[in-house]
């Protein structure tokens, strides 16, 4: 009886738990707010996002070139992902002293590792500037449109700039419908502090990856510097720490189910108002074509990145990138299949079609006119995806590509100083081959260019396939076929020499370096697409630029009295609602949260995903968790999960209980969701984070850094 009870408990439970769909716009909580506080938010709208007051989004960061990260002490502490901090990590790293692999932790702030390159940027404020930009836009269309936004854009940020004391942006939110003015201040000295070891940060690789149950402890720390001023400036031993208007305590309380939970962060990409003939193209087109290219790609690295420790870390940090994605496509379509995404956009297109025959008459072509841009590009679409991930694949390709400016300069017939100058800047560009492996870049090269030639329909192949690959190296085996070419590629290229190449990459010169084998199959691919087959991709852009425009308009008015959030853009963020378990299929049912226990299940020794260090299994042996513990479980709670509606971009982000304290690092996404960023499925969509906890037993215990929990502030 008992059971039954609790069984019915637990039905009920699920079906009357909303999952909480939503990215909001910082200033838009306040339409949310009694529901958040419903939820269990203690705090009022102004100490989230305030513009005149110190509030959280003042402790909130956009974290290099596309994550999050927070501030955790009042001397410019900060947390994010370990996977957003891994090309920082890898870069400060060398096979001697190998951090990415080991681990690092800086014992006072003389150790802590500057990492140039690396910046973090913080929102001052958000402003509506829909008016202003509409009022300029006029009825541009199109293609026109871009060109106008720019102009306006430029003008708006030039003014919001105050010189350069800020940076800031003009995004367009659902689709051109609104404007908003985002105004950043950017700092620069950003410095490593403490990172676990791989095998901890990125424990599980790429098989438990987007996949909960999850046991990784995702995180690395850097700290914030600025001048005496506490204003941004370049690296300087001078330099101070930081000092945040704002920064988050840290819970050592940990969670349980229905507790309420917020996360604030930079979300990259959604496209939630995506139609079924969008649906239609990533399941058929987009998707299969992006996997299987990066399936081949994946391998090559693999084996070569096997075979010499040095490579290895010279390309974890690329590998890490593709292999992320490389999966995420894979789940993307399952689930797109699985949870019969097309048949749900169907459902709602047929509304919207009742909705405009009744309301909105000049809406009612909408539809259609997607259904044939999507018709119209169909042919093209994957020699777009191929010429992304197939041609651009190499470093030598990539770079030879720069050449086209000296091509068109000589076309230009412009001055033998205009040539030379342009030359010394491709010199400077060699930097692209810093840690390039010859073997790996010439066997991704014959492998992927294969696959170009193959996959793309012949009527659209570039000219050099025949004059130059088949003519000069052809053969009944293809492989073989692009095996030699890449063998002849790669021997005969000046550009892999860079001495070789500065003796020829002069005025004089210069008709040479344009027959150099590398340039001309680089050029030519290129030119074959960019005069035939990117123009309909443009023309595809500005269809769904109109289209979107439209649609997405046509919503906002067809939803007037709902609450209706904009996709994500990388702007801030505000995903609230709660620590929740799920049911992923019949009869499996997954609780909230892992424990160290679930570490050690998956321990294999010498393995590269799930190896640990000695030192970690002995802790754990010895179940040795301190006051890491939670106090009801007597158990090291690793990961626990909540219905945040998150994406990536939002990897770093602080997951933040009703009181505004920090109880973990959000670092990615569930399996049975993978189809979360075109449909948000309340069911199954959750949040996978880092328990605090877990974190700071890691900072403690492995890393020996106490000294930095004694920075933060710890609530009980
Ligand atoms: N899936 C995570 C995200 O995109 C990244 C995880 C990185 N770990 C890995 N094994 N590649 O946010």
Redesign the pocket.
Known sequence: MKKLVLFFLTVWAFQSAKADEGMWLPMMISQNYEEMQRLGLKLTPEQIYSINRNSMKDAIVHFGSGCTGEMISPKGLLMTNH?CGYGSIAAVSTVDKNYLMNGFMAHTMDEEIPCPGLSVRFLIRIEDVTKEVNDFLGDAYGKEVEKKQEEIFKKITTAANEGKTYESDVKSFYAGNRYYLLVYQRFTDVRLVATPPENLG?FG??TD??MWPRHTC?FSMFRVYSDNDNKPAAFSKNNRPFIPKHYLPVSMKGVKENDYAMIMGYPGRTTRYMTSYGVDQAININNPTTVSVRDKRLAIMREEMEKDPAVDLAYASSY?QI??YWKYFIGQTEQLKRLNIIGEKEKEEEAFQEWAKENAREYKKVLKDYQKAYAAYQPYAKHAVLYREAFLASTLTKYALGFDALQKAMKANVSSDSLNVICKKLLKNRKSFDGFNLTLDKRVFAALNQMYYEEVSKSQHPEIFASDVFANHGNADWKKTFEDYAEYVYSNTLLLDSAALAARCNADSVQVLMNDPAIRYALNVMQNYMDNYDPKAKEFGYDMFELNRAYQGALLEKNKNKKMYPDANSTMRVTYGKVLPYAPKDAVFFNYYSTADGLMEKYKPGDKEFDLQAKIVDLLKRKDYGDYADKNLGNLVTCFITNNDIT?GN?GSPVINGDGELIGAA??GNWEAMSGDIAFDTRYKRTIVADVRYILWVVDRVLDGRMLLEEMSLRN
Do not use: E, L, R, Y
């Open positions: 996977h990125k690789g790429d990856n987007w995702d890490a292999a992320n990536g990897s670092f990615d």
